[in-house]
């Protein structure tokens, strides 16, 4: 298979496990003239591979035309929810961006079927369950207004005031002093507005998609210093826990059965060097140096699980 692939494997090694069938699929439709070449190649039909069961089922699927016309159309439906797993599961911190995301990979399924409702509310009920059932968080919509990209930007939407209700619930929640909400309350018209010294300031306005939403509350919520740190709380927040299960792994791999003798500190001083060389080979430093780019980001990139 490889000699006819030029080397290259249809499962990709190392990849996380939210994508790995759809990488997977993705290559095979990549290779699919290489596959069907091989499969009437002397090498395949001399081969005892070619007439056992297995092998002649593998054959028919690769020369299925419709199983190509099928494989297509879940790659290209999967790719913009594939964005929003690789947003959530990369290094910087998307709480910001990832009401904005699921919005647009709705939209891009609609769009492929071009707004056909037989074919992509079907999608669209799978997705609205999982996402309200167990994704979707009042912390999201409020992360969603709190990114100046967003608020101040020709697509910001709140037509059912799912926002400003995820937005008051997440005060409410993260703020248990009366007052202080009070005080959050009536900074937050500044903010809607751009009033202020700081918020009307040009430096602000281009800041909004130049800056990462928590670096622009940092840089320029100084004159609302109440809805600034709750600002900031709210955008700092993970939206995964992927960066634990890293550390849960590099546990694992420390904590071997020839070194199941570790004492705690060290073994703990072990996994903290470790992680953080991994994040020095990253650069996190550029990776952290922008803001996110949701048009950007590459669903077929390979990220570490």
Not at 275 to 288: D, G, I, P, Q, S
Request: proline share 4%; glycine share 6%.
């Amino acid at each position: 298979m490889r000699q006819h692939t030029q080397g290259k494997d249809l499962v990709r090694v190392g990849v996380t496990r939210f994508a790995t069938i759809f990488l997977t699929l993705q290559s095979i439709l990549a290779a699919l003239t290489s596959l069907k070449q091989m499969f009437v190649s002397g090498e395949w039909l001399n081969s005892p591979y070619s007439k056992k069961p297995e092998g002649e089922a593998v054959a028919c699927i690769v020369f299925d035309n419709q199983f190509a016309q099928r494989a297509a159309e879940i790659v290209k439906v999967s790719e913009p929810l594939v964005r929003v797993l690789r947003l959530v599961d990369g290094d910087k911190t998307p709480m910001g961006y990832l009401y904005e995301a699921m919005d647009r990979a709705k939209e891009s399924i609609k769009n492929y079927y071009k707004g056909d409702r037989l074919k992509f509310d079907p999608i669209w009920e799978i997705v609205d369950r999982r996402w309200n059932n167990q994704l979707h968080q009042p912390i999201h919509a409020a992360g969603y207004f709190l990114n100046p990209r967003f608020r101040f930007g020709g697509s910001y939407s709140d037509s059912n005031g799912e926002v400003m209700e995820g937005l008051s619930t997440c005060i409410e929640r993260m703020v248990p002093d009366g007052e202080e909400r009070d005080l959050i309350v009536s900074e937050l018209q500044n903010y809607e507005g751009g009033r202020g010294k700081l918020f009307s300031s040009e430096l602000a306005r281009r800041g909004r998609t130049t800056q990462t939403p928590d670096a622009w509350w940092q840089n320029w919520g100084g004159n609302t210093p109440h809805l600034k740190k709750f600002a900031l709380r709210v955008l700092c927040q993970p939206c995964s826990s992927s960066n634990c299960e890293r550390n849960w792994s590099l546990f694992e791999a420390i904590h071997t059965k020839k070194r199941s003798k570790l004492a705690q500190k060290r073994l703990n001083d072990l996994v903290y060097v470790q992680y953080n060389l991994r994040l020095r080979v990253k650069k996190v430093e550029e990776l952290e140096g922008g803001p996110i780019d949701l048009d950007d980001i590459d669903p077929y990139s390979d990220w570490t699980s």
